[in-house]
């Protein structure tokens, strides 16, 4: 069974920064594009960014310049280094691995407080 897990959401004042994990199989982070999506209360579910397994990445234009996302080969895992946040940052945050198929992780509360 796929798992990701994930770590690192919290509660943080606008202007600060977090840091998400998302930890997979080694099966899994060598063959899939990981990603991180997000969803606020009342809204559908956005992609946030994504890392091919080549490392190339792409962004939400909301959170271009803020927002960098990286993946450790050895540690196969994905992050989410999330800094200047805004109160509208706030969400579930979910990790994402793509390829034919889709898995989810678990999902970790980010709020951003005014």
């Known amino acids: 069974q796929v798992q990701l897990v994930e770590s690192g959401g919290g509660l943080v004042q606008a202007g600060g920064s977090l840091r998400l994990s998302c930890a997979t199989s080694?099966?899994?982070?060598?063959?899939?594009?990981m990603g991180w999506y997000r969803q606020a209360p009342g809204k559908q579910r956005e992609l946030v960014a994504i890392i091919t397994t080549t490392g190339s990445t792409n962004y939400a234009d909301s959170v271009k310049g803020r927002f960098t996302i990286s993946r450790d080969n050895r540690k196969n895992t994905v992050y989410l280094q999330m800094s200047s946040l805004k109160p509208e940052d706030t969400a579930v945050y979910y990790c994402?691995?793509?390829?034919?198929?889709?898995?989810w992780g678990q999902g970790t509360q980010v709020t951003v407080s005014s």
């Open positions: 080694q099966s899994i982070f060598d063959l899939y594009t």
């Open positions: 994402d691995a793509k390829r034919l198929d889709d898995y």
